[in-house]
């Protein structure tokens, strides 16, 4: 029996004997359903995203569309210049450069528009949405996408705030001992420079969200800087529809943070909710998605002694019938959740343990 038809009959079974109270209506990976007419939308995000799902569930409550809901979600994440993985003050390029990366996703209508490596605008999500509604296209690029942001009055500004152009500074002047750039000497320093490297932080981070409201609508977004330390117009798996981000509006949506070329390689969104429209439960959907990049991760430089992959990858669904479920590689993980019209953080189900 396909997820819709189950949907339907719960919502008929609903009809005739209605449940308690909201509490029941939503539980993760539960057996129980949730989408019911007049019930509170549920929300999910990666776990920046607690301001994001709480304004999305707002707005989905004032009647917006579920689309312009988590757009407006992770607009405030986009514009937190203390996030270093999305939007203004987002980790740069390997030149100091931030390029952004985001996707959006329309369950009723089906229809998609995304922008990668877009310099200088604040919110590439809006300008995804503007690709859906004002454009022929799905994805637009670079110099071309900056172009179409401008034509549509997006202001410009320099995304890379003090603090994440200070983060960028260390790692270059501390990733090669064979390049020019020296870090500051430190009084203990005696060996002036020769000292080994410090250790690389490249960082991942992302804000997905995907709302599924009360009509049974389904919307998502993705949006981000991207890694850090990138090579200029490396695009990630954020903006590309059936890797960061896919909605079947009879299925549910699926979307993911963290290593994005093992998602692309994976098409992780798509194989989530492919997962979930054959029967298997949104965290389990998850799950999978991330054993089948673990099996495909046979390069020695991604894999630990023990063969495990040596990054993380967090995946997140959410289905039509109000089940919503995440995962990640390694545990430790969380996820933000607005159901039962509470907003909180859950864990995510894990792959491997960490140690
Ligand atoms: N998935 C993003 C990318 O690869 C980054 C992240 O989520 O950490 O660009």
Excluded at 323 to 335: D, E, V
Aim: proline content about 5%; overall charge negative.
């Amino acid at each position: 029996m396909s997820e819709t038809v189950s949907r339907r009959s719960f919502i008929a079974t609903a009809a005739a004997a209605p449940l308690a109270g909201t509490a029941a209506f939503a539980q993760s990976d539960s057996k129980q359903p949730a989408a019911l007419r007049g019930a509170p939308p549920i929300i999910i995000s990666s776990a920046n995203g607690l301001p994001a799902t709480q304004k999305a569930a707002d707005m989905i409550a004032a009647g917006a569309d579920p689309l312009d809901a988590v757009i407006a979600g992770v607009n405030i994440v986009e514009a937190d210049p203390n996030d270093h993985s999305v939007g203004y003050g987002g980790l740069p390029n390997e030149d100091g450069i931030v390029e952004l990366d985001s996707s959006v996703m329309h369950g009723p209508t089906h229809k998609a528009g995304a922008v990668a490596a877009l310099r200088n605008i604040m919110h590439p999500s809006q300008v995804a949405r503007l690709v859906m509604q004002r454009t022929d296209h799905v994805l637009i690029v670079g110099e071309g996408a900056l172009r179409f942001a401008r034509a549509h009055g997006f202001e410009e500004i320099n995304l890379l705030t003090d603090d994440a152009r200070k983060i960028w500074l260390k790692w270059k002047e501390s990733h090669s001992q064979d390049d020019d750039w020296l870090p500051p000497l430190e009084p203990a320093d005696k060996d002036k420079h020769s000292a080994a490297p410090r250790e690389i932080q490249y960082t991942y981070g992302t804000i997905h969200c995907s709302a599924l409201d009360a009509n049974g609508n389904i919307a998502g977004v993705t949006t981000t800087s991207g890694l850090s330390y990138k090579i200029p117009g490396r695009v990630g798996d954020s903006p590309i529809i059936g890797a960061g981000l896919y909605v079947d509006n009879e299925i549910g949506a699926a979307g993911s943070t963290g290593r994005g070329e093992s998602v692309i390689q994976n098409a992780g969104a798509f194989a989530a909710v492919e997962l979930m429209r054959a029967g298997t439960a949104p965290t389990d959907a998850c799950l999978e998605v991330l054993k089948r990049i673990a099996k495909h991760t046979t390069d020695k430089r991604l894999r630990q002694d023990d063969g495990r992959p040596n990054f993380d990858v967090k995946m997140y669904a959410l289905a039509k019938d109000g089940r919503f479920g995440s995962a990640s590689i390694w545990s430790g993980g969380q996820f933000a959740v607005y159901a039962d019209g509470r907003n909180r953080l859950e864990d995510c189900a894990a792959l491997y343990e960490r140690k």
